[in-house]
């Protein structure tokens, strides 16, 4: 293969998997009732003057098969990347051949701090040139700020990638963005506000606290009986959508690549019409 073309394939069989996740998770996102099986319980806190509403159980209404394709994608934008940095250790210079186990040490560096960076150059990206490093270090998650890093599409995909190849099967998640309370019957109390908890903010977890019924006491055991109605989004987490993770880390990764080669014609052969326009 011709320089940086396998890491090109590697981003290629990427977009495909992007493209059947993305539709799966639009066919879905297109229907109606779309819920997320869950249980929730409620006290009165006589403290603030209001009726919490925790959740108790959370089943994940996405199939577990999102969460096998995620990781596929996440191991060929990784692999497309460490594709690069083998292709500039093997175009560097170095006085004298690494050993195997070294050669299995070089890796594209995703770094949150400078010195991480810094001090990973040595076994990372041994013998590259000291243009190409810069190529790589432009695209390091500490160089918009350290304290952002860890919001750096590339950190997450470093972390997803770790976690799907080491530990478990990373799972699309659902986050809610609206919400809406049926059959909302007070007993023993006149509801005057509704307010969001945290639990609202982000992947809804058991002993979140949903949200706040204030209420005035009426009788000696104030209750509400209440079924809440989310609208979900699939996510990887709280701060990052599903669509946008697969949106920006395939823009992302394309942007290196670009920096080193264009895109050979056997990309073209392999994606064929889902080739973005921008590539």
């Given at each position: 293969?011709?320089?940086?073309?396998?890491?090109?394939?590697?981003?290629?069989?990427?977009?495909?998997?992007?493209?059947?996740?993305?539709?799966?998770?639009?066919?879905?996102?297109?229907?109606?009732?779309?819920?997320?099986?869950?249980?929730?319980?409620?006290?009165?806190?006589?403290?603030?003057?209001?009726?919490?509403?925790?959740?108790?159980e959370v089943?994940?209404?996405?199939?577990?098969?999102?969460?096998?394709?995620?990781?596929?994608?996440?191991?060929?934008?990784?692999?497309?990347?460490?594709?690069?940095?083998?292709?500039?250790?093997?175009?560097g210079r170095?006085?004298?051949?690494?050993?195997?186990?070294?050669?299995?040490?070089?890796?594209?560096?995703?770094?949150?701090?400078?010195?991480?960076?810094?001090?990973?150059?040595?076994?990372?990206?041994?013998?590259?040139?000291?243009?190409?490093?810069?190529?790589?270090?432009?695209?390091?998650?500490?160089?918009?700020?350290?304290?952002?890093?860890?919001?750096?599409?590339?950190?997450?995909?470093?972390?997803l990638s770790?976690?799907?190849?080491?530990?478990?099967?990373?799972?699309?998640?659902?986050?809610?963005?609206?919400?809406?309370?049926?059959?909302?019957?007070?007993?023993?109390?006149?509801?005057?506000?509704?307010?969001?908890?945290?639990?609202?903010?982000?992947?809804?977890?058991?002993?979140?606290?949903?949200?706040?019924?204030?209420?005035?006491?009426?009788?000696?055991?104030?209750?509400?009986?209440?079924?809440?109605?989310?609208?979900?989004?699939?996510?990887?987490?709280?701060?990052?959508?599903?669509?946008?993770?697969?949106?920006?880390?395939?823009?992302?990764?394309?942007?290196?690549?670009?920096?080193?080669?264009?895109?050979?014609?056997?990309?073209?052969?392999?994606?064929?019409?889902?080739?973005?326009?921008?590539?």
């Amino acid at each position: 293969m011709e320089p940086f073309e396998s890491a090109w394939l590697k981003w290629g069989q990427a977009v495909i998997d992007t493209h059947v996740l993305r539709d799966n998770v639009l066919e879905m996102a297109s229907q109606p009732d779309l819920k997320m099986p869950s249980t929730y319980t409620t006290y009165y806190d006589v403290k603030r003057h209001c009726i919490p509403l925790l959740i108790v159980e959370v089943e994940n209404p996405f199939p577990p098969s999102w969460g096998l394709l995620l990781g596929e994608i996440v191991h060929n934008y990784r692999c497309a990347l460490d594709h690069i940095a083998w292709d500039l250790y093997r175009r560097g210079r170095l006085p004298k051949p690494l050993s195997e186990r070294q050669e299995q040490n070089i890796g594209f560096p995703i770094c949150s701090k400078r010195k991480t960076f810094n001090d990973s150059l040595g076994q990372k990206l041994p013998g590259v040139e000291r243009t190409d490093r810069a190529i790589v270090r432009r695209f390091q998650p500490y160089i918009p700020g350290e304290s952002r890093a860890h919001l750096h599409v590339f950190t997450v995909l470093r972390d997803l990638s770790n976690a799907d190849k080491h530990r478990s099967i990373q799972p699309v998640v659902g986050v809610p963005d609206k919400v809406a309370f049926d059959d909302l019957r007070p007993s023993d109390c006149s509801l005057t506000r509704i307010t969001m908890g945290r639990g609202f903010t982000g992947t809804l977890e058991p002993g979140a606290e949903l949200a706040q019924f204030y209420v005035k006491k009426d009788g000696p055991n104030p209750h509400i009986d209440v079924q809440p109605r989310f609208s979900l989004t699939p996510a990887i987490h709280e701060r990052l959508t599903l669509i946008d993770f697969l949106r920006q880390t395939m823009s992302a990764t394309a942007i290196v690549l670009r920096q080193f080669s264009d895109p050979p014609p056997s990309l073209l052969n392999l994606v064929g019409p889902l080739m973005p326009a921008q590539t």
